[in-house]
């Protein structure tokens, strides 16, 4: 998944590019492969709860001096990418809610580079953060479980022409943590094989 910085945004939007439109509903990801028509919402929420302790054990692995290492212009660090995932699962906590209590409803983008920008992701302490993603990805996994059987094929919208189902929302949401988990451990390998930042 190709992350593109604040200012790079701000080019592009200054040469009219609009925001990245969202995946489909039947999208196939050419980089971690992950197929949403092939995947179930329970079997994905399954695999969602599983995410903080994988995000976790990857973390481990990465010396804290390398957790604001950022690999090269417009990529992420350790830290931006455990921040994001944590917003990640409170954003769609709430767009699923959304889903399944109004008619419709128009949702924000959640502009990723503004808020790793804006609240400081690299600044941020990765431990405490992993913490708060636990929480984040349970309550995410609580309003599922509120989802009735004929809720799921109930839809959001974002850019004009975009609608997704509540369906979509929860294959996203894994994808989300599934794809930047593989992000978070290219890092850790990047790190033993020296490639981080020099020891102080």
Do not use: K
């Not at 990857?58 to 995932?85: D, F, K, M, N, Q």
Request: charged residues 30%; contains cysteine; hydrophobic residues 40%.
């Amino acid at each position: 998944m190709v992350v593109v910085r604040e200012d790079e945004r701000a080019e592009r939007a200054n040469r009219g590019v609009a925001v990245p439109p969202l995946a489909d509903e039947d999208h196939v990801c050419p980089e971690c492969g992950l197929s949403y028509a092939q995947l179930p919402a329970e079997s994905a929420v399954d695999l969602i709860r599983r995410v903080p302790t994988a995000v976790r054990d990857a973390v481990a692995g990465i010396p804290a001096g390398a957790h604001r290492w950022r690999p090269g212009t417009g990529a992420w660090s350790v830290a931006e990418y455990v921040c994001h995932l944590r917003d990640v699962y409170a954003v769609y906590t709430i767009r699923l809610h959304r889903a399944r209590t109004e008619d419709r409803p128009v949702l924000e983008p959640m502009l990723n580079d503004l808020r790793a920008r804006r609240f400081r992701y690299n600044e941020r302490d990765v431990h405490a953060v992993l913490d708060e993603l636990d929480a984040n990805t349970a309550g995410f996994c609580d309003e599922v479980a509120r989802v009735g059987p004929d809720g799921w094929a109930r839809t959001v919208t974002r850019l004009p022409g975009e609608e997704r189902t509540a369906r979509w929302l929860v294959r996203q949401a894994l994808h989300e943590g599934q794809h930047h988990l593989g992000d978070i451990r290219r890092l850790a390998q990047a790190a033993a094989d020296g490639a981080g930042p020099d020891p102080d």
